[in-house]
């Protein structure tokens, strides 16, 4: 094992966006049990030290391959297109509307039903981007446009966190009355 492969080389797959997550999941146990510092500490603390190097490097890893919007991000990334979503928000007008209109949707929102609906609404918008990064990504290799797609889902991502926190504190006030 080598500290500098990328996440997808230390993971034994193939560098592309769709995978699957069992055997992310599976490797990583494989992993780190492989890198456990228990297992060293007969070596001792040097050894020790570098298992805990490791541990945390495929702890990292495993956090972004398993999230397909890190997963999504690190690839744009390792292909020269990082995201840079803190400093370049431009997003295509279309999708900008939307956003505006899911806001005022969710600031006009008085019930659950209301509120289920519009998470009805993100969910199949980020399925939607999802395989559009898929496409973007894995078909044809365009990193530049999935780059767009990976900031679209980030801003799908924070409103969908929204409308769940919003919905909880429905649920806590009606469960409270």
Same mark, same amino acid.
Do not use: G
């Given at each position: 094992m080598n500290l500098q492969s990328s996440d997808f080389e230390l993971f034994g797959l193939a560098p592309q966006f769709?995978?699957?997550?069992a055997a992310i999941d599976a490797r990583w146990k494989d992993l780190q049990r492989e890198a456990h510092p228990d297992k060293f500490a007969a070596q001792g603390a040097a050894a020790q030290?570098?298992?805990?190097?490791?541990?945390?490097?495929?702890?990292?890893?495993?956090?972004?391959?398993?999230?397909?919007?890190?997963?999504a991000a690190y690839l744009c990334e390792?292909?020269?297109?990082p995201v840079n979503?803190?400093?370049?928000?431009?997003?295509?007008?279309?999708?900008l509307m939307q956003q505006m209109?899911?806001?005022e949707a969710l600031d006009e929102a008085h019930s659950a039903a209301e509120l +289920?609906?519009? &998470?009805?609404? @993100?969910? /199949?918008?980020r399925r939607e981007a999802l395989q559009r990064c898929g496409q973007l990504l894995d078909q044809q290799q365009d990193y530049r446009q999935a780059v767009q797609q990976v900031r679209a889902l980030?801003?799908? +991502?924070?409103? &969908?966190?929204? @409308?769940? /926190?919003?919905?909880?504190?429905?649920?806590?006030?009606?469960?409270g009355q």
């Open positions: 769709v995978q699957d997550r030290r570098l298992a805990m190097q490791w541990s945390v490097r495929i702890n990292e890893a495993y956090q972004r391959l398993k999230d397909p919007l890190k997963r390792l292909n020269a297109a979503a803190e400093n370049n928000t431009a997003m295509p007008t279309e999708f209109a899911w806001r +289920e609906d519009l &998470a009805a609404q @993100v969910i /199949a918008a980030m801003f799908i +991502e924070r409103f &969908a966190n929204d @409308v769940e /926190a919003r919905l909880d504190r429905m649920d806590t006030a009606d469960r």
